[in-house]
T-cell receptor, first 109, second 114 residues
Framework: KQEVTQIPAALSVPEGENLVLNCSFT??????LQWFRQDPGKGLTSLLL?????REQTSGRLNASLDKSSGRSTLYIAASQPGDSATYLC????????FGAGTTVTVRA | DAGVIQSPRHEVTEMGQEVTLRCKPI?????LFWYRQTMMRGLELLIY????????DSGMPEDRFSAKMPNASFSTLKIQPSEPRDSAVYFC????????????FGQGTRLTVV
């Protein structure tokens, strides 16, 4: 059974600092990995999809890396802003979408 | 496409009543997932379908829960009878090509059983 872990569970940083969010998974036989953002009381918004054959994917200030062999992905958010405050979840796509518990980020103005 | 559409957005019901949650996936997507989210347990996969066929329902908590997908554009999750511990946000998600595309989520249904 796929186990997905996200560390840390919560993170508070001053505006402008770079964010590093970690995701680890136990079974490396995956199709892809997806990062989502969830605002309080809202649904999940897709941020980045990184295929199993890729090492990296970028979108604006966001960059996700994937090391499938070691079962790790990292989401980097450059120059954080208060609007980046949210919960970030990673989802591993093997034969189903398995989620981590998320990292709740607070960016202080 | 309007994205994944769920209804109702909020549902308050009394214990013992039947509850039906609805989902319309993105047109052309072959996979549909039902999740439940609570503070204690996070996002739990309940069941998923491929081409309208249930593939894995191992996450369905009890026989009180059932899900159907009568056609490619509609799915329901039913709870009968409902209990207070079923209170949660229920999400539906759809996925096109399994190994290449993103999954998209609906806005969720917030269920409160009193």
């Amino acid at each position: 059974k796929q186990e997905v872990t996200q560390i840390p569970a919560a993170l508070s940083v001053p505006e402008g600092e770079n964010l590093v969010l970690n995701c680890s998974f136990t079974d490396s036989a995956i199709y892809n990995l997806q990062w989502f953002r969830q605002d309080p009381g809202k649904g999940l918004t897709s941020l980045l999809l990184i295929q199993s054959s890729q090492r990296e994917q970028t979108s604006g200030r966001l960059n996700a890396s994937l090391d499938k062999s070691s079962g790790r992905s990292t989401l980097y958010i450059a120059a954080s802003q208060p609007g980046d405050s949210a919960t970030y979840l990673c989802a591993v796509n093997d034969y189903k979408l398995s989620f981590g518990a998320g990292t709740t980020v607070t960016v202080r103005a | 496409d309007a994205g994944v559409i769920q209804s109702p957005r909020h549902e308050v019901t009394e214990m013992g009543q039947e509850v039906t949650l609805r989902c319309k996936p993105i047109s052309g997507h072959d996979y549909l997932f039902w999740y439940r989210q609570t503070m204690m347990r996070g996002l739990e996969l309940l069941i998923y379908f491929n081409n309208n066929v249930p593939i894995d329902d191992s996450g369905m908590p009890e026989d009180r829960f059932s899900a159907k997908m009568p056609n490619a554009s509609f799915s329901t999750l039913k709870i009968q009878p409902s209990e207070p511990r079923d209170s949660a946000v229920y999400f539906c998600a759809s996925l096109g090509d399994r190994d290449r595309t993103e999954a998209f989520f609906g806005q969720g249904t917030r269920l409160t059983v009193v």
